[in-house]
């Protein structure tokens, strides 16, 4: 009987055992746990700071001023798009806002206003992946005329047709906007936004910024050819064959297909290809032709 008392620090014992186990597991499990959310921050952290960093290429080179204009990238979660009325300058990648692709966000800074014509863009649009929207001086200057660019010039068909279209006016942020240009956007991947600027997309970040730098040079040599005159405008037949090049430009020899029109033609290739040097190495040096004497000696022999 005296030795009862001695159960009670074994019971302690365990029992400080047990909330060391469950306080290790809780920790562990709060450790995997932050783990995890960290690896989806930082996933998405390259492709926010791209973003960063094509906002203040897109500034420097000199189709948009202070924070006036917008860009966002495709990603699992929808998209990726700048907060409004914040400098690109200081802006950080925390501050990039996650949209949804049934319109809503997460995180405490609101998006672009604009946020509607990039979600429009995402949904009507699968090919796209990133969307540039500018206020670029030229362009914005056409738009103010509500004018739809002609072909003056082939580059034209950057925009995946024939003109440079102009939506109707509608005020800024609203949805009607958004209609308007996803109508002037019908199978085109730029277009000017009536009195208010333009925008493009395209399957990379810096392909969307070179689209809008390009679209903002048409409109400056259009405008430039206008005060000269009237700009004479390349035909429809023309432009469909333009079309067709533009398809294959950048393609090399074995990527094309047999029937795709050639963006370059090509002049002859002076060396032989590689493939044909391999497959003449495996076969070995041709032998000569054995004279007809020695092939009549060996004849006569048998």
């Given at each position: ?7 009670a ?12 186990k ?36 897109m500034?420097?080179?000199?189709i ?18 700048t ?13 990039i ?10 995180g ?20 796209a992946q990133a ?13 103010c005329?509500r ?10 068909g ?11 006016y509608?005020?800024?942020g ?19 936004l009536?009195?208010?600027g333009?925008i493009?997309?395209a ?5 969307s ?14 405008f ?8 004479v ?19 090399q ?23 044909a040097?391999?497959?003449?190495q495996?076969s ?8 007809g ?5 060996r004849?006569?022999?048998?």
């Amino acid at each position: 009987m005296a030795r009862r008392p001695a159960k009670a620090p074994a019971k302690k014992a365990n029992a400080k055992k047990a909330a060391a186990k469950k306080a290790a597991s809780r920790k562990g499990a709060a450790a995997k746990g932050a783990a995890r959310r960290a690896s989806g921050r930082l996933a998405d952290r390259a492709l926010r700071q791209e973003i960063i960093e094509t906002c203040l290429a897109m500034n420097a080179a000199g189709i948009n001023q202070g924070s006036s204009g917008n860009i966002s990238a495709r990603n699992a979660s929808g998209f990726l798009i700048t907060p409004s009325g914040v400098d690109y300058e200081k802006m950080t990648p925390q501050q990039i806002v996650q949209v949804d692709l049934e319109g809503g966000y997460f995180g405490e800074w609101l998006p672009s206003s604009e946020w509607r014509m990039h979600l429009d863009v995402y949904l009507g649009k699968p090919e796209a992946q990133a969307v540039v929207h500018t206020h670029a001086t030229y362009a914005t200057a056409l738009s103010c005329l509500r004018r739809e660019i002609p072909a003056f010039h082939y580059m034209i068909g950057v925009t995946g047709g024939a003109t440079l279209r102009c939506s109707e006016y509608a005020t800024f942020g609203t949805q009607a906007l958004s209609n308007t240009m996803m109508t002037a956007l019908e199978d085109r991947t730029a277009c000017l936004l009536a009195n208010h600027g333009m925008i493009c997309f395209a399957d990379t970040l810096p392909k969307s910024l070179k689209l809008a730098v390009e679209i903002e040079t048409l409109c400056r040599q259009y405008f430039i050819a206008c005060q000269a005159g009237q700009p004479v405008v390349l035909g429809d037949a023309e432009m469909t064959g333009v079309l067709a090049r533009f398809k294959t430009y950048g393609l090399q020899s074995d990527e094309l297909g047999e029937n795709d029109a050639l963006a370059v033609e090509a002049p002859v290739r002076r060396d032989a290809p590689r493939r044909a040097q391999k497959s003449d190495q495996k076969s070995g040096p041709k032998r000569a032709p054995k004279s007809g004497k020695k092939a009549g000696a060996r004849k006569r022999r048998g």
